[in-house]
Each structure stands twice: as structure tokens, then as C-alpha cells.
């Protein structure tokens, strides 16, 4: 083996090298330090070529990753010859560390992984684990759009009780589903969404698999929209649900935002949306919310709808929803997927993704639903093998707890009631809060400002209008917890506490700027 | 592009779609399902079935399934609980897998989190892989079970293979093995079945386990064990986790990727656990991080219930005693039928050698059937197993054994 001898000048390069080092407790790091510069001692493999280029270290165990190899960018003089190494864009995740702190960590285990940053924190599920973080006993968490009681538990339902004790009483097994998910779920989760009689059911030209939540459901759609329409792009309202660009983005979606909401009116910038929708390349998918819009509860009206659908036709775009609050905006399952209904009653083709989180309090138990519907049942057909062929590599079956409680619940005709009952309950407990809310504000804001986009907006959340740094005065200041986007989750809201919260909402409305 | 897209819209958008071909295991299951033969076998998913042939619910889940069904106290902590319940879960795990005694337990110099089962947990992992290692390709045992590669190559990682099993003494080539890893470029990223390997039931004994991760050391390579039969090879879990242990041993910061869904029944739930061992506690801070942003933009999280279920089991040591008992009897259960199927044939006198039966290891015996007999096996006798020859020894049972035996003599005794 050949002895090439790298300096330190062209070893900045290098030191990237060495952050990927497996070193073992019994070897050594033959370097030494003289005047800032440093000699490296490397082996060449004889067998190499220019991009499977190895480093091996003198000692036997010390070698170089070949992977990391790839991210250096520079030219490393080793010897007679220079090798050049295939330049790669910044990897953003990967932090490299400097070249005299390896030699202090010479006889430690470095891993593989040494150049792993930390992530960010979620900002919605961040804003559950700072107010975990808080003592003061008059902190109010408005940040996870989770369902609370008045007492502000959390809540299960009644129905999913009685549907888990009957699964117990009647022991059933724990086998894999199929990929797709139980076909029981599946039925009831598409006639819930269209109707039992609606033609596109009938017909059988939707194709539905089970998925994890919301989430996985879109991601999902996602990685079926990467491999059947590469380059598509997907619109997506600004704002939305801060999740929704990190599915597109890991699925490699690519994606830009339409016009949704008007801060100065506080509401739908409904000409913005229709604008940026025509003006989007044909054939893109749009992004709607089924109902109860997150985060800022507006929802277009029925009209509007209409012109929504009109214009997505026109540029051959396909609608794609996303169902998270089914039950949950009016109180009413059928009237809540009255959007969905009206695309397709229309003949369009589309793609639903289904939650179960919220309107059956289903959270943790991760059960949904994409659904796609084609002009054809053999289209259909196609497209549900597709979509198990991406699940496969993803998870290999759904989890069956989430599927079986939804299939007895919405299968049963008495269970079925009962949860209707519970659903207008809840839908019913966040309205009247927002009720007591708004009459708190008007009472003692007067300062004449409108507050009736609090009774106008839909859903679980509110967007409040504040700015990031008026947001950060709830928390800091009055312990209420809300993202930076100025939304709060009024399921986390109880009757006791809206007067207090109107005193926050006023002080940081009129005193931060 | 206009008016190919008005074309589009009368066809609709999906005509582009083709059909999937048939995932080739779970396409077994389908096929037995809509066979109406009484007499037929299903030797296709590993999936542990009784002697009665039927899926087994362990009484260990049963207890824990009875304490957290419908029950308000526990179902109220289930929402806001659920980062408790999957740190118990991974801190149970773990213990399994490197031993509760292990110094990456007791510091914490290991990232860990709840997956999806052992597909959710090598996904998360080879997304990682992919994200912090660009480029770099994983090595896959040949075989291996056929959704590795699918899960590895749409995580965009390149597949390789190393040398593992030799079909002619249908154990393994142990020399080519070391060849292969000999040389792979240096700090590779290898995938390991530290147990019962999948599709072929042929293990590495200690010593070989040994060599492997010598060599390894040399070559700096990253190993990953996929642990999805954890208890099912000796019927010991500790003896099963041995491979890992030599490797903890020896200093190798690993990856693991361990699976509940045979050794607890838990299939459906989709319960497992992915951890990386890290050079320190802060190290694995940021790595977990990151495994959990990349789940979040999956699934956001695993299902609850499973995670109870198994973190219930795992810390009351009275039902965990009893699910240690459990796994011992399905694994017995396995040897046992094993033992006959390799003595029905031998009575039949069949020109085979079927010592592998019993010296290959786990849910799977890789019989050596070729294509065309096992496509006879479907055909004639309504046996169900992958086209690879790949059995699932956990579908067969003291009343068809007999059955099984007479139909593989059939079909080999001219061969």
C-alpha cells in the first residue's frame, strides 16, 4: 500500500472526513500537532476509483466513511496526484465539527451519526410540552387543536367505551389487516365521508385504504401524487396546518400557497384564492380543507364553493381535501362533508384523506383514511393497489385498535346515534365558548374594534389576528399558549376561563405592537 | 400540454395507473383465503398459528389488554400521556434487546423511539440513513425477507446485497459472507438478522458471530439488526440476543430495529421500536429529534393502544414472567413440528436430505423447494407458501403435518 501524506492546508476538507470516524477504544489517531498544521498518515487503497475514494487511516480500525467522503468539497492533495471529489450541495442536517477536536476525542467512540443536529422543536406540539414546562397555576393551553371538556380533560367518548368493552368481551385476534386496512373500517369510513347512496360508492369507484390519521393518509396521497405526477405541484392555502409542507417536502411534492386568509378583514381573501388557483400550471393539485379550516376556521361558503370548484375544472386541476373535522364544524357529519359532496357530485375526480383524531377522539390511536375517486371502478382498482404497494415499504399493514373501534362504532346503528349525540355535544361546547368569548370581548374591549369574526369562524380553532410578537405576550405574560400564527384551540377553552382570556387577547391586541 | 390534459380528463386522471404486482407474501395470504379446499395449508406469512391451526392471542395480552380496555382512569392518561407511554415503551424495549444491565441502557446513549412495527422502525431508519448518509448504500443479506429492499429503495437508499445462504448445503456460506464484508468499501451500513433470519431460519453461530464483528470493527461498517423473532429461534430471549450482545461487547455503536408483532402477537398493533446507540447523551438527544421529525411528516405518531399493551407486559413482572413462558411454548411448538415434519419425510423415504429442516432456526424453514414444485404444492395440494420455498413452520400442525409431508415427498421424490 501506497503512503500519501495529506497537510493540513488542504485538510479542511478532510476534517468533514473525519466526523464520520468509528474510532475504537484500542486504536490510535497517529497525528501530530506542529505548528497549527497537522500530519495525516493515510493508506490508499489500491483498488479505488475516483468516486468510491477511501481513506484508511494507519492503524488498522481507523477508516473514513465513505459517505461523508462525498461532502467535501474541496480538492485534497494526497501525494503526487490530486483526487477530486464529487461535490455535493450543503447537506442542511449535517454539522461539521472542527479538525483539533477529533484529536481529543482520539480514544473515545465517535458515532457515526457525530454530525446530527438537533431538529427543531414542532411548533405546535412545542407549545404542549412549554406549558407542561409552566407552574403558574392561571396557565391556559390553547395550542393542539385536542378536544377538552369544561373542566379541560381530555375526553374520551361514551361510544368508544362501549365499543372497546365489546371488542374485549369478544376476544377477537390480532392478526395483520391487509395492507389496505380492515375492510369493515374501510366501507364505513367512505359511506360516512359520501353517503351510502352517493354514485360515486355505488359505482365503486373509490378507492380507499386505511392510514395513519390524517397524516399518514396524506402522506400517502403524497408519495402517490410523487410517483403517478412527477414535477405536480400541490397548492396549498396560506396559511394551513404547519405539517402539511413537511409532508410534501419528505414525500419530494414540491408546492406553493394560494391566497387564503385576509388579516385586514380577518377572513376568507377569496378573489387571492381564485387568482393564484387559475394563475397555478393545469393539472396541480389543490389542497382544500373539507371544514372547519386549520388554523384560521374560516371556511368558504357554499356559493363560494361552487366557485372553487369552477375554477379548479377550468384548469383541469384536481382537488385534493383534507377532512380533519368531519362532525366537528357544525355539529353535523352529513352537512360538514357538503364540500367533498358537491366536488363530487360534480364527476370530478378527487382525493380525500380522512381523520378520526378529533371527531372521535381517536387521537392517539392514529386511524384514517385516504380516499380517491375515479372516473372508473377499475381505475379505482388500480389506484388502491398503487396505494398498498406504497404503504408496504412505509409500515406494511395499518394498526387494527383505531379501525375496529371506528367499524363498530359507525357500524352499529345505536352506537352510531350516541355518537352523533356526542359529536353535536362537543361541536356544541366549543360554540358556546366562542359565544362567551366574544361577549367577553366586546364587554370590556372599547376600543370599538369588531370581534364577530370569533362567531364567524368555524371549528375548532381561531385565528385571533395576533402577531407573532403579541402571541408571545399571551404566554409570557398571561401563561396562554397558542402558536405563533395568533391561532388558539378553543377546544381548549372552558366557560370559566374566557373572561380571562379576554383580558390577555385585549392586552396584547391594543398594548404590543 | 392542454390538450393532452382534456385528454386526461376524459380518461380521468389515474388511467396512467398500472396495477401493482402482488405484494409476494401477503399475495399468498390472499390466495389461501379464497381457496375453499378443506384441506388447505397456509405456510406463506410468518405469523404463529396453534396447533389448531389458529391465530393465538397470548393470555399475557389478554391481562393487559383487561386492565386497559374502556376503562376511564387509563383511557384519560392515553392522549396526553402518550410521550410517557412510548418512553416506557422504548426504555422496556431496549432492555430486551441489549440487556437491562447494557451501559447504553443504564446512561442513556441511545436514541430510541416507538415505530411502527419492524417495517415503521427500518423506514424511519433508512430515511435517516438517506438523510444524514446521502448516497450511501445498504447491504442486505442474500436472501432476505422482500420488503427490505422496497422499504430501503423508497427511502431512496441504493441496495446491495453480501453473500449468506448456500443452497446446496442449505446453511451458511460462511467464507463468502467474510469475503463480502471483507470487501464492501470501508463503514458500509449493513442490515444483520441477529436471529432466526428471515426467509432462510440459518444463524451465524457465536463464534462466526464473533468474526463477523471483528471484521466488522476493521471495516468500520455501521450494522443494523432488524430483530423481528426475538425469542422465536432458541425459545430463550436473551439467548436470542446474543448476536447483539457480542456487538455491544465489542464497541460497535449499533442500530436495532426490533418488532413485537410475533413474539407478543401484537401483528396488527403495529408495535416496535427503533434505537440508535450514540456516542453520548447529548448526541442522542439530536438524533432523536430527528428520527421523530421524520415520523412526524409519516404518521406524526404510533398508535397508542399497542404501546400499552406491550409497556403494561413489559413492566409488571408478573406478566412479564408469564409472557417469557408464552414465548417458550410457541417457540417449542415450532420445534416440535419441525422434528416431525423432518421425520414423516424420512419414513416416506424420500431421496432428500432434509436435515435443514430441524437445523434451520425460527418461524421459517427455506426448504429448497424450487418455483415449479411449490407452484405444484399450490395447485394440487392447496399448501401455501412464497414461491422462494420459504415455509412458515408456524402453520403446521400435529393433524396436517402428515398431510404436508406426503404432498412435498410428491413433488420432490422424482427431482
Known sequence: MSHLIASLNDLDPLSKVLTGFDLFRHSALFINKRNNHSKLICNHRPSMTSTSTMLSLASASLTASLSVHENLKGRLKLGGGSLSFKKEKANPFINTKSFSRISMVAAIKVSRFEGVTMAPPDPILGVSEAFKADNDEKKLNLGVGAYRTEELQPYVLNVVKKAENLMVERGENKEYLPIEGLAAFNKVTAELLFGASNPVIK?????????????????????????????????????????????????????????????????????????????????????????????????????????????????????????????????????????????????????????????????????????????????????????????????????????????????????????????????????????????????????????????????????????????????????????????????????AKCEYLADAIIDSFHNVS | MSTSTKALNRLGWWDRVSPASKDPITGVTEAFLADTNPHKINLGVGAYRDDEGKPVVLQCVRNAEAKIAGCDFINVGRESNATAVGS?????????????????????????????????????????QRRFHPESPIYFPDPTWPNHPNIWRDAQVPVRTFQYYHPVSKGLNFAALMDDIKNAPDASFFLLHPCA????????????????????????????????????????????????????????????????????????????????????????????????????????????????????????????????????????????????????????????????????????????????????????????????????????????????ANAIHEVTRYN
Not at chain 1, 237 to 256: C, E, M, Y
Not at chain 1, 269 to 282: L, R, V
Not at chain 1, 320 to 336: E, I, K, N, R, T
Not at chain 2, 391 to 398: E, I, K, P, Q, R
Request: net charge neutral.
Open chain 1, 203 to 495: 359505482e365503486q369507484r373509490v378507492a380507499t385504504v386505511q392510514g395513519l390519521s390524517g397524516t399518514g393518509s396524506l402522506r400517502l396521497a403524497a408519495a402517490l401524487i410523487e410517483r403517478y405526477f412527477p414535477g405536480a405541484k400541490v397548492l396549498i392555502s396560506s396559511p394551513t396546518w404547519g405539517n402539511h409542507k413537511n409532508i410534501f417536502n419528505d414525500a419530494r411534492v414540491p408546492w406553493s400557497e394560494y391566497r387564503y386568509y385576509d388579516p385586514k378583514t380577518v377572513g376568507l381573501d377569496f378573489d387571492g384564492m381564485i387568482a393564484d388557483i387559475k394563475a397555478a400550471p393545469e393539472g396541480s393539485f389543490v389542497l382544500l380543507h373539507g371544514c372547519a379550516h386549520n388554523p384560521t376556521g374560516i371556511d368558504p361558503t357554499p356559493e363560494q364553493w361552487e366557485k372553487i370548484a369552477d375554477v379548479i375544472q377550468e384548469k383541469n386541476h384536481i382537488p385534493f381535501f383534507d377532512v380533519a373535522y368531519q362532525g366537528f364544524a357544525s355539529g353535523s357529519l352529513d352537512a360538514d362533508a357538503g364540500s367533498v359532496r358537491l366536488f363530487a357530485a360534480r364527476g370530478m375526480e378527487l382525493l380525500v384523506a380522512q381523520s378520526y383524531s378529533k371527531n372521535l377522539g381517536l387521537y392517539a390511536e392514529r386511524i384514517g383514511a385516504i380516499n380517491v375517486v375515479c372516473t372508473s371502478a377499475d381505475a379505482a382498482t388500480r389506484v388502491k393497489s398503487q396505494l398498498k404497494r406504497l404503504a408496504r415499504p412505509m409500515y406494511s399493514n395499518p394498526p387494527i385498535h383505531g379501525a375496529k373501534i371506528v367499524a363498530n362504532v359507525v357500524g352499529d346503528p345505536t352506537l352510531f346515534n350516541e355518537w352523533k349525540a356526542e359529536m353535536e355535544m362537543m361541536a356544541g361546547r366549543i360554540k358556546n365558548v366562542r359565544q362567551k368569548l366574544y361577549d367577553s370581548l366586546t364587554a370590556k374591549d372599547k376600543s370599538g374594534k369588531d370581534w364577530s369574526f370569533i362567531l364567524e369562524q368555524i371549528g375548532m380553532f381561531s385565528f385571533t389576528g395576533l402577531n407573532k410578537v403579541q402571541s408571545d405576550n399571551m404566554t409570557n405574560k398571561w401563561h396562554v399558549y397558542m402558536t405563533k400564527d395568533g391561532r388558539i384551540s378553543l377546544a381548549g377553552l372552558s366557560l
Open chain 2, 88 to 128: 416506557k415503551l422504548v426504555e422496556e424495549s431496549v432492555k430486551l434487546a441489549y440487556g437491562k444491565d447494557a451501559n447504553v441502557v443504564k446512561e442513556g446513549t441511545l436514541a430510541g423511539l416507538q415505530a411502527l412495527s419492524g417495517t415503521g422502525a427500518c423506514r424511519l431508519f433508512a430515511e435517516f
Open chain 2, 197 to 404: 433470519h428471515n426467509p432462510t431460519g440459518v444463524d451465524p453461530t457465536a463464534e462466526q458471530w464473533r468474526e463477523i464483528s471483528y471484521q466488522f470493527k476493521v471495516k468500520s461498517h455501521f450494522p443494523f439488526f432488524d430483530v423481528a423473532y426475538q425469542g422465536f429461534a432458541s425459545g430463550d430471549l436473551d439467548m436470542d440476543a446474543q448476536a447483539i450482545r457480542i456487538f455491544l461487547e465489542d464497541g460497535h455503536l449499533i442500530g436495532c430495529a426490533q418488532s413485537f408483532a410475533k413474539n407478543m402477537g401484537l401483528y396488527g398493533h403495529r408495535v416496535g421500536c427503533l434505537s440508535v446507540l450514540c456516542a453520548d447523551a447529548k448526541q442522542a438527544v439530536a438524533v432523536k429529534s430527528q428520527l421523530q421529525q421524520i415520523a412526524r411528516a409519516m404518521y406524526s405518531n404510533p398508535p397508542i393502544h399497542g404501546l400499552l399493551l406491550v409497556s403494561t407486559i413489559l413492566s409488571d413482572p408478573e406478566t412479564k414472567a408469564l409472557w417469557v413462558k408464552e414465548v417458550k411454548v410457541m417457540a417449542n411448538r415450532i420445534q416440535q413440528m419441525r422434528s416431525t415434519l423432518r421425520e414423516s419425510l424420512e419414513k416416506l423415504a424420500s431421496p432428500l436430505n432434509w436435515e435443514h429442516i430441524t437445523k434451520q432456526v425460527g418461524m421459517f424453514c427455506f426448504s429448497g423447494l424450487t418455483a415449479d414444485q411449490v407452484d405444484r404444492l399450490v395447485r394440487e395440494f392447496h399448501i401455501y407458501l412464497t414461491r422462494d420455498g420459504r415455509m412458515s413452520m408456524a402453520g403446521v400442525t400435529t393433524s396436517n403435518v402428515s398431510y404436508l
